[in-house]
């Protein structure tokens, strides 16, 4: 069975973008891929975050994988800190990444051109972190959103290079990214990536906004005034972007939904995209509060650390023999 990797940083509140781009495409694999997916929260301090903000985040983030539908009997569910593995491949990354290529990382640099200060170290060469994180689980694909294809490309080039210089020890993975809604816009502004981060929260529909309000914030959503529905994304991305939503909830193929709404109002449109986010939202909350009441999550977690750490501690062991650190063994 081919094996699939990908995480979430626990930084914000999880977005409908984050269920559209990373969360949904895992559910449609965990039963034809051996699945890893993990929290990443040593990604989260990279940026100055409170730790009961942290350890809230987390919590949510868990109980809303679960929520979505991710089977703790198919899919290895842990947190980044609880392998340690993860931080000793980072560092050896680290040190195998060059400054130019961390330089041209897009997110970076959008970061120092909004002239933020106080930037840390750890959030410049977070790709090396992130390139462990795959890399110890050799594995296949990594289902991503658009926004983080850069990085899953600076994994390969750094696979590569450790290969050369080594000898075969990595998976060169590839990247996994959905044609419809790998990258879901601002509600508010369709150039803007919608992001836990967003200034404007009517932008941004997290997954535990009250259902009610999560569709009022479709139906005031900013679209276009073309007058006609075509799918679009270049001329009417507003359009596309609640089109993409649809899709992507119920599973009908855009060219589908676009054929039903050609000659009908934007006011259709945007009332069943509201219906069905109001249902995606309502049934994950339902079943987000019974799993938070249940009390299940730590043994998830516990047991998705050991199994994960098999995997991972015996690579770090692989990498620290090739690096010239096992003296006699
Ligand atoms: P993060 O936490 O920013 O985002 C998590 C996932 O959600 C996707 N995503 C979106 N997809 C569609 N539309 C959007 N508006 C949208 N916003 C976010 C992201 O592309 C991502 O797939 N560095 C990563 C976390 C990470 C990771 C890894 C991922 C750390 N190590 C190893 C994969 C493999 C991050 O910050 O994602």
Redesign the pocket.
Known sequence: MKRM?????PTGKL?L??Y???IKPCLDYQDDYEMFIFI?NQ?AITINIDPKELKQNTKDLITLYLASGLDPNKVTLFLQSDVPAHAQLGWAMTCHAYMGELNRMTQYKDKCAKGETNLTAGLFTYPAL?AA??LLYDADY?P?????KQ?VELTRTLAERFNNRYGEVFRVPDPLISKV????YSLQDPTK???KSEDNPKGTINLLDEPSVARKKIMSAVTDSYANLVYDPEKQPGLANLMQILSVITGEAIESIADRFNGKGYGELKKEVGDAVYELLSGLQARYHEIQNSGIVEEILAQGAAKASVIADRKVAKIYRKLGFKLFK
């Open positions: 990797l990908t995480g979430i940083k977005t973008g984050n559209i781009g990373a990443a990604h992130m994180d795959i990594v991503v959103g658009v926004d983080q990085h809604g790998a990258k879901i990536k919608m992001s």
